[in-house]
């Protein structure tokens, strides 16, 4: 018996057990915004973000700390002094 293979929309990814499922295409949604963000927003994002919040959980988390401390460097004293707390 052959059966077909969903399309990409609906495979899901697993997280891990304390995070909701997301699909392929909305973790490749959620890197292309942060792909998208400055140095300056994704501090922002990653100061006064709520817990569990979809940019910095799970997967998506993961890049986003790769691209906040691999590629721009994080924070710098002038940066956490404009965002503030």
């Not at 929309?9 to 959620?30: C, F, S, V």
Request: proline content about 4%; some cysteine.
């Amino acid at each position: 018996m052959i059966t077909s293979q969903p399309n990409t929309k609906e495979k899901l990814i697993t997280q891990d057990k304390n995070m909701e499922n997301i699909t392929i295409d909305e973790l490749t949604e959620l890197i292309r915004q942060i792909d998208d963000m400055s140095q300056i927003e994704l501090c922002q994002l990653w100061r006064h973000a709520p817990s569990g919040n979809k940019y910095i959980s799970g997967l998506a988390g993961k890049y986003f700390t790769d691209r906040l401390y691999k590629h721009f460097d994080g924070f710098t004293p002038t940066i956490s002094k404009t965002i503030g707390w």
